[in-house]
């Protein structure tokens, strides 16, 4: 529903660099194990409605300009 490809793997390294790039929040998640409908399904409670501990930092935006000038300046170093 895009007209860009998804990138996983330099998100990673450039969030490992510039931490500050990328904002989200500490929630609780949780892969669904038991249901047959949903096996294998990322449970992410955003809102807390769970009560259970959050256990994983979501991030859920970028600074796209900051994002790309990192990765161009890193990939003119190649």
Not at 1 to 10: E, F, K, S
Request: aromatic share 10%; net charge negative.
């Amino acid at each position: 529903g895009t007209d860009a490809a998804p990138l996983h793997d330099p998100s990673v390294i450039a969030y490992l660099l510039q931490p500050n790039l990328f904002s989200g929040k500490f929630i609780n998640l949780e892969i669904e194990t038991k249901s047959q409908l949903t096996l294998g399904m990322t449970v992410a409670d955003w809102w807390g409605v769970s009560g259970r501990k959050a256990n994983a930092s979501f991030i859920g935006d970028v600074d796209p300009h900051g994002f790309f000038d990192l990765l161009t300046e890193r990939l003119s170093r190649l």
